[in-house]
């Protein structure tokens, strides 16, 4: 499935609950892929809007922030996607976030921003690490996400 096939075929994505972030390795997703996984007994929509990019990412006294001019595509800068998660499903949406930036990503669940974990910096592709992005939602209906390593760089392999 080729991107703009995938960002038609996505609807409405939601997530909430509490933010975590977790750093695992896994080999087999490219760099830049978007991941979402429903454990949850109840389908949900699950959405990411992309906020702002910037050169840096980090967190402040008003939450999660990234800084820093840089040019992207405009389809990169204003990035929207969401999907029908059914309960036990994880859908995995390769070669979504295209630049070696930081994008500042905000969830949604079921179309509400979740209070604690509703915004996260985050970046494909460092100078170390090649990572993707995952919104899980739990069995409580409460999202988390995660930046998690891969050994696939995918399009940012040099």
């Known amino acids: 499935m080729n991107r703009r096939a995938l960002l038609a075929?996505?609807?409405a994505i939601g997530?909430?609950?509490?933010?975590?972030?977790?750093?695992f390795q896994s080999g087999d997703i490219p760099a830049g892929t978007l991941q979402f996984e429903n454990r949850d007994d109840l389908p949900h929509v699950v959405g990411i809007s992309v906020v702002d990019v910037g050169t840096d990412g980090g967190a402040d006294?008003?939450?999660y922030s990234v800084s820093g001019d840089v040019t992207?595509?405009?389809q990169q800068r204003e990035l929207t996607a969401s999907s029908s998660v059914a309960p036990g499903e994880t859908q995995t949406f390769r070669n979504i976030f295209t630049e070696s930036v930081y994008y500042l990503?905000?969830?949604t669940i079921d179309g509400d921003v979740p209070e604690n974990a509703g915004?996260?910096?985050?970046?494909p592709s460092t100078r170390e690490y090649d990572n993707f992005l995952r919104?899980?939602?739990?069995?409580?209906?409460?999202?988390s996400w995660t930046i998690s390593t891969t050994d696939?760089?995918?399009?940012?392999e040099q």
Do not use: I, K
């Open 9 to 11: 075929s996505l609807s």
């Open 119 to 123: 915004r996260v910096p985050f970046n």
């Open 105 to 107: 990503v905000e969830f």
């Open 152 to 156: 696939n760089a995918g399009r940012f």
């Open 15 to 23: 997530l909430s609950g509490l933010a975590g972030c977790a750093v």
């Open 72 to 74: 992207v595509r405009p």
């Open 61 to 63: 006294a008003d939450g």
């Open 135 to 143: 919104g899980v939602v739990s069995t409580s209906g409460e999202l």
